[in-house]
């Protein structure tokens, strides 16, 4: 198995140093460089799912192929014996006519023919477990420099777009009244997030699934109750706030392009106004997966954002604590 190795991380370290100077010195277009981070944060967080995906493959595959090992060796050993016994009689069947002689003979040989293939399979299924083996050693040892550099390529995202926002935060703020009755929000990306606490045990505390600067406001959408708008630079990844499974994924009504994931107990996240999303109905997440994207543009893109519990739904505001 092979994997494939991503473009340099010191090219787009370069890039982002000449961004910032570019940026501190007046306001700017859409950063290409910041739309290049995304790509390769994309590419990178692809990469360590497939790893995951082949890792867990790997793991049922030797956990299985173990089972069979061990019945193969209780198999091989019950006729084993089997065999030494009946060799250890020797010409005793003799005694008991010709016919009793070549039925003994016949099964003596028949046995030898199966300890045979047993201990042809032992070693198949031995030389497998040390394929995985090397298999699962290939993938801890690519799976280390990629976290490393996908937290480095994270780090440099969030500072070019945190600069780019600034610019235009600037901007709005000559323009009076665009976006005066909103709060301005930092979100870190979510992670180390697992179903076993439950939905409800994050109330007041749900990460926000957009990383960086957001400007969030009250908002609905005809027919539902309660929402959030969260605007923020366009192309920014919106991401699962909890693990969850994908209920919806497709455009729908007054929402746009929309993501339902369904995170149990009759919990859910609604996230749309999407320009492109990124996973499948029926597919699982885990807690900060990326799930889609904003639309580009230089004056950034809103996100809708509600929480639902069953048919109702709930302010997301007090969820995340705001």
Known sequence: ???????????????????????????????????????????????????????AKAKQ????????????????????????RLARAGLLPVGGGFKAFVEHAAR???????LARDLAQERQVAERRAVLAKQLASISARRGPLQAQQRAVSQAQTALL?????????????????????????GAPPSGLTASSGFAALKGSLPFPLAGRSEIRSARRNGSGPGLTMRAPGGA???AVFPGRVAFADSYADYGRTVILDHGGGYYT??????????KVGEDVKGGARIATLSGGS?????????????????PAEWFGI
């Open 162 to 186: 945190a600069a780019r926002d600034r610019d235009q935060a600037f901007e709005r703020a000559f323009m009076g009244g665009a976006f005066d009755d909103h709060t301005a929000v930092y």
């Open 108 to 114: 003596l040989e028949r046995l030898h023919r199966s």
């Open 270 to 279: 609604v996230s749309a106004n999407l320009a492109e999303i990124e996973v």
């Open 61 to 84: 595959e030797l956990s299985d192929l173990a089972r069979e090992s061990e019945l193969l060796k209780a198999r091989t050993l019950a006729r084993g014996r089997a065999y030494a």
């Open 1 to 55: 198995m092979s994997y494939r190795f991503l473009p340099p991380l010191s090219v787009l370290l370069l890039a982002v140093s000449a961004s910032a100077v570019t940026l501190d010195a007046a306001p700017a277009a859409p950063s290409v460089t910041a739309v290049g981070a995304d790509v390769l944060g994309a590419e990178l967080e692809r990469e360590l799912t497939t790893l995951e995906r082949d890792e």
């Open 299 to 315: 004056a950034g893109s809103t996100l809708y954002f509600e929480v639902r519990i069953g048919q109702e739904t709930a302010d």
């Open 237 to 239: 990844a919106v991401r």
